[in-house]
């Protein structure tokens, strides 16, 4: 049967009252870090399959992964590897039952972030 109280239940909390968290936003941003480096994947599939094709296709797929946008792709990539590598490992020490307070826990947030971001530079320089 249809609720005929409808107009009197509370809405739940909206955007413009909440306030997000560092852990949500951590776990929201290793989503989509995991899914954008399958595109990642993708063009470096890509970029193989045209250097068995021929010559020219791989002058094309080398000409787009070696220009700035390309350039931009795969740096943000490896940035994507990662905070999703290092926010993999933070969820392995919270599936230990390990740091799971709130203060440990935001600890753990800006330690993936500030350490996705040192290991890409790293990476960077060193390659």
Aim: proline residues 2%.
């Amino acid at each position: 049967m249809a609720d005929v109280n409808r107009g009197n239940r509370p809405l739940s909390p909206h955007l413009s009252i909440y306030r997000p968290q560092l852990t949500s936003m951590t776990s929201i941003l290793t989503r989509i870090t995991g899914n954008a480096m399958l595109v990642a994947a993708l063009l470096i599939v890509w970029w193989f399959l045209a250097a068995a094709t021929s010559e020219s296709y791989f002058d094309v797929a080398n000409a787009f992964l070696t220009s700035w946008f390309g350039d931009l792709i795969l740096f943000l990539s490896l940035w994507g590897m990662w905070y999703h590598t290092l926010a993999g490992v933070r969820h392995l020490i919270w599936d230990n039952a390990i740091g799971l307070d709130l203060d440990t826990a935001y600890k753990l947030g800006y330690a993936v972030i500030g350490g996705s971001v040192l290991l890409t530079l790293i990476t960077v320089i060193i390659i």
